[in-house]
């Protein structure tokens, strides 16, 4: 079965700082993965995803994310936080078309200022 | 382009009574998901849609969760009778293909549901 580990569940950091979150998948065959961003109220937003080939991928909001199939994982990147990033942040994984996609439990991003 | 609609935005209710959601999905978007995110954690698909046929409703309680797509279009996702657990929000996600294939999720505002 398909699954996805977020494990920070609440992150602070300062505005201007670097965040990374972190996402381990698990999955049995080669992953579609993806980051949405969900704002207080609101739906979620596709940050980024990666389905093959160069294993850093860049996004919106200057995210980006690191594909390493070694360890699973699927972390989330930013070099500078503005206090606009404070929303919660999904990892999911899929698969081939019409595969189920499976959402981690989020991660709650709080900026300072 | 217009993105997912859904309504009602907030919905509180009694338990044992029944509600119905509403969503109207990016026009060309064959493919519809209704998804149920309780406070806390990420969401859970509940029910897909290829056009007006069910792809997936494995996690769907349907002694009491019921959801249909009759022209392929909008779709309405239903519940009677209601129990408490059933607060959370209901996410209406809509792509042009299979979902994880490639084509990402646009979702909706979602509606959140109280049940009391």
């Known amino acids: 079965a398909q699954s996805v580990t977020q494990p920070d569940i609440h992150i602070t950091v300062s505005e201007g700082a670097s965040l990374e979150l972190r996402c381990n998948y698990s999955?049995?065959?080669?992953?579609?993965l993806f980051w949405y961003v969900q704002s207080p109220g609101q739906g979620l937003q596709l940050l980024l995803k990666?389905?093959?080939?160069?294993?850093l991928v860049q996004g919106i909001k200057g995210f980006e994310a690191e594909f390493k199939r070694s360890q699973s994982s699927f972390n989330l990147r930013k070099p500078s936080v503005h206090w606009s990033d404070a929303a919660e942040y999904f990892c999911a994984v899929g698969g081939a078309a019409g595969n189920k996609l499976t959402f981690g439990g989020g991660t709650r991003v709080l900026v300072k200022p | 382009e217009a993105g997912v609609a859904q309504s009602p935005r907030y919905k509180i209710i009694e338990k044992r009574q029944s509600v119905a959601f509403w969503c109207n999905p990016i026009?060309?978007?064959?493919?519809l998901y209704w998804y149920q995110q309780i406070l806390g954690q990420g969401p859970k698909l509940l029910i897909q849609f290829q056009n007006n046929g069910v792809v997936d409703d494995s996690q769907l309680p349907k002694d009491r969760f019921s959801a249909e797509r009759l022209k392929g279009v909008d779709s309405t996702l239903k519940i009677q009778p209601a129990k408490l657990e059933d607060s959370a929000v209901y996410l209406c996600?809509?792509?042009?293909?299979?979902?994880?294939?490639?084509?990402?999720?646009?979702f909706g505002n979602g509606t959140r549901l109280t049940v009391t």
């Open positions: 996600a809509s792509s042009s293909k299979g979902q994880g294939g490639g084509s990402p999720l646009h």
């Open positions: 026009s060309g978007h064959a493919t």
């Open positions: 999955y049995g065959a080669t992953p579609y």
């Open positions: 990666y389905f093959s080939g160069d294993t």
